[in-house]
């Protein structure tokens, strides 16, 4: 990788409970990260950490279709057949956003 920038932004996202929170700020307590390989090391500074657990945290099953998200990696959603195995849903399909829901709500409790 070469950098011709002084400044580089980079967005690492985790869906972990709250309690992982205070862990993963703590990695960055010296508001440093090394991206490092056999061959090179970087040094980077850490300049700004943000947590969107609170905002997500507060859906309810009636605000969820007054939201609008985008993702920045592909979502996967699938209900469970009589076999115990996923069937993966399409995006149009009319159990989408319910179960996208209630998968995460299922992960929360």
């Not at 980079?10 to 061959?39: M, S, W």
């Not at 947590?51 to 605000?63: D, I, R």
């Not at 993966?88 to 829901?101: C, G, R």
Request: net charge neutral.
């Amino acid at each position: 990788m070469v950098m011709r920038t002084k400044n580089a932004e980079l967005t690492v996202c985790f869906h972990l409970p709250q309690a992982a929170e205070n862990f993963i700020k703590g990695l960055f307590v010296q508001r440093q990260i090394e991206i490092a390989d056999q061959y090179s090391k970087a040094v980077f500074e850490v300049r700004q950490i943000e947590s969107l657990y609170g905002k997500v945290a507060s859906l309810t099953e009636n605000s969820i279709n007054e939201i609008t998200v985008k993702t920045l990696s592909p979502i996967v959603c699938g209900k469970k057949n009589e076999a115990g195995n996923y069937t993966f849903l399409s995006p149009l399909d009319a159990e989408f956003v319910p179960m996208i829901y209630a998968n995460w709500k299922e992960y929360h409790n």
